[in-house]
């Protein structure tokens, strides 16, 4: 069973898991997919064939439109835009032209940031507050900027890193990651 607030619109059919909690003024849109024990805040709007993973936290003011796909436990910060079009005009008909954007597990977008559609977020990447995303986006790496660049590393439990060497290991839960050619890769499945 999921709790949706009395002034959000929920769209029939759609699939939405126990415990998800959908609050004031949120639409969410026939054919989409919403994991359990997701938080979507106030007037975000999930359209039709968006996928949530489990565990996903939509902040406030938030569209997901049409190729958004959220793997389990991502965050997604306020007012955070995704585009679903490369070159959009009002008077030119491009919903066959969808492109998909993927969010990797553990993932977290930053306030204010644009998430560029065709574009992955790889798993427990941080894009940073208003950040605007024009290419993938490697796991453990942190971005920032317009465009957004390489910015760091970042552990799965949220610590930010930079490597001194081929090897860090997280003081604050001991994951272990080794560098190559730039990229973090855990020593342990995550």
Known sequence: MYFAHPTAVIDQPCEIGDDTKIWH???VMEGCRIGPRCVLGQNVLVAPR????SGVHVQNN???YTGVICEDDVFLGPSCVFTNVVNPRSFVQRKDEFGPTVVRRGASVGA???ILCGNTIGR???????AVVTRPVEAFSVVAGNPARPAGHICR?????DFSGNLHTCPACGSAYLQ???KALPLEKV
């Open 62 to 64: 938030v569209s997901l």
């Open 25 to 27: 003024f949120s639409h």
């Open 112 to 114: 204010n940031s644009t």
């Open 157 to 161: 439990c949220g610590e930010l890193f």
């Open 180 to 182: 190559i050619d730039g």
């Open 50 to 53: 968006v996928v949530l993973g």
């Open 124 to 130: 427990y990447a941080l894009v940073g507050a208003g």
